[in-house]
């Protein structure tokens, strides 16, 4: 393991929403809130909505764990398996079975080595550390220029403020009971004092074509693998919607990362650049990280099928019944 080459990776991004924005937080009666974060302002502390670093991470790995489900045709995992690929696992008394499917995974699964997880008694820091993603506005144009100092001849000059890059909309949980007898469906009549299903609440978004800054970087030094897995999951998350309402039209967004990695802090590095979303783009040196990771997943129902204790939890479909 001492002998692998490992990289220190930093990225700097800028992106817009294609669509209104919803990243819920405080509710008070039926309308729901953006989530905010308050940050100084020249002399003065605001209060602006953002995009939380935790909810990029949960996203990450539902993507990286589907991803392995369907490139490697999963039919089965224990539930032990499903936890740790899509929760990032759960700390229990440690066993020595536990502590050597868990040592297993590390080694040989990239994405759960790269975000991190826990089982038995061991806990795997995540080797990748997530920013808030900020709106560029007045209040937060100065924080946008020290976070990121490499963006900043991109930043565009903004004349809004935090307030004025919100809004409310009225959405519906409405009751579908009356559509069974269209398709001739019978269903179980609901009890007289039952709640109706029918409500109207509102949800605060982000209008559109908002400019955000975001980043993110290694905490520890990656591997090539786990820096492709990274990228893959990049990839993966430009087909998604970002915040939540993605079935209802919500959170479509384009970002421009520039990536710098290196072997040493002494390395001056390399730089390349990700476009995600409408033109996805990788530079090619970074494409040739996320294909070695594609590849290693590809040879993935081998490693599995020879290791004693991922044999047992992780069955594909070409196994049989």
Same mark, same amino acid.
């Given at each position: 393991?001492?002998?692998?080459?490992?990289?220190?990776?930093?990225?700097?991004?800028?992106?817009?929403?294609?669509?209104?924005?919803? =990243?819920?937080?405080?509710?008070?009666?039926?309308?729901? %809130? @953006?989530?905010?974060?308050s940050?100084? /302002?020249?002399?003065?502390?605001?209060?602006?909505?953002?995009?939380?670093?935790?909810? @990029?991470?949960?996203?990450?790995?539902?993507?990286? !764990?589907?991803?392995?489900?369907?490139?490697? #045709?999963? #039919?089965?995992?224990? &539930?032990?398996?499903?936890?740790?690929?899509? /929760?990032?696992?759960?700390?229990?008394?440690?066993?020595?079975?536990a502590?050597?499917?868990a040592?297993?995974?590390?080694?040989?699964?990239?994405?759960?080595?790269?975000?991190?997880?826990?089982?038995?008694?061991?806990?795997?820091?995540s080797?990748?550390?997530?920013? %808030?993603?900020?709106?560029?506005?007045?209040?937060?144009?100065?924080? !946008?220029?020290?976070?990121?100092?490499? $963006?900043?001849?991109?930043?565009?000059?903004v004349?809004?403020?935090?307030?004025q890059i919100?809004?409310?909309?009225?959405?519906?949980?409405?009751?579908? +009971?009356?559509?069974?007898?269209?398709?001739d469906?019978?269903?179980? +009549?609901?009890?007289?004092?039952?709640?109706?299903?029918?409500?109207?609440?509102?949800? +605060?978004?982000?209008?559109?074509?908002t400019?955000f800054?975001?980043? %993110?970087?290694?905490?520890?030094?990656?591997?090539?693998?786990e820096?492709?897995?990274?990228?893959? *999951?990049?990839?993966?998350? /430009?087909? $998604?919607?970002?915040?939540?309402?993605?079935? $209802?039209?919500?959170?479509?967004?384009?970002?421009?990362?520039?990536?710098?990695?290196?072997?040493?802090l002494?390395?001056?590095? &390399?730089?390349?650049?990700? =476009?995600?979303?409408?033109?996805?783009? @990788?530079?090619?040196?970074?494409?040739? @990280?996320?294909?070695?990771?594609?590849?290693?997943?590809?040879?993935?129902?081998? *490693?599995? $099928?020879?290791?004693s204790?991922?044999?047992? *939890? *992780?069955?594909?479909?070409?196994?049989? +019944?």
């Amino acid at each position: 393991m001492s002998g692998i080459q490992r990289y220190l990776v930093s990225a700097a991004g800028i992106g817009e929403n294609l669509a209104p924005l919803v =990243h819920s937080e405080e509710k008070l009666g039926n309308k729901v %809130f @953006f989530r905010r974060l308050s940050m100084m /302002s020249g002399n003065a502390v605001v209060t602006v909505p953002t995009i939380s670093g935790n909810s @990029f991470r949960g996203a990450w790995r539902d993507l990286a !764990a589907m991803h392995l489900v369907t490139a490697l #045709r999963i #039919r089965h995992v224990s &539930q032990l398996a499903f936890v740790t690929l899509f /929760s990032g696992g759960t700390l229990t008394s440690g066993s020595a079975n536990a502590n050597a499917l868990a040592q297993s995974l590390y080694t040989n699964f990239p994405s759960l080595s790269l975000l991190g997880f826990s089982m038995g008694s061991r806990m795997y820091a995540s080797r990748v550390g997530v920013d %808030f993603a900020v709106p560029l506005t007045q209040e937060t144009a100065a924080y !946008a220029q020290s976070a990121y100092p490499e $963006r900043i001849n991109d930043l565009p000059d903004v004349q809004v403020s935090s307030g004025q890059i919100t809004a409310m909309t009225m959405l519906t949980r409405k009751q579908d +009971e009356e559509k069974a007898p269209l398709v001739d469906l019978s269903i179980e +009549e609901a009890a007289e004092d039952a709640n109706p299903t029918q409500m109207l609440f509102h949800v +605060e978004y982000i209008v559109p074509n908002t400019t955000f800054v975001h980043g %993110f970087r290694t905490v520890y030094p990656v591997s090539a693998l786990e820096f492709g897995a990274l990228l893959k *999951i990049l990839e993966l998350s /430009s087909e $998604r919607s970002y915040g939540g309402q993605g079935s $209802r039209g919500f959170g479509r967004m384009n970002w421009r990362y520039t990536l710098t990695w290196r072997a040493s802090l002494d390395d001056p590095g &390399q730089t390349g650049a990700i =476009h995600l979303g409408q033109d996805l783009h @990788f530079d090619a040196p970074l494409l040739a @990280f996320k294909q070695q990771y594609e590849a290693h997943v590809a040879g993935l129902p081998d *490693i599995v $099928r020879a290791d004693s204790h991922l044999a047992p *939890i *992780i069955q594909f479909a070409d196994e049989g +019944e």
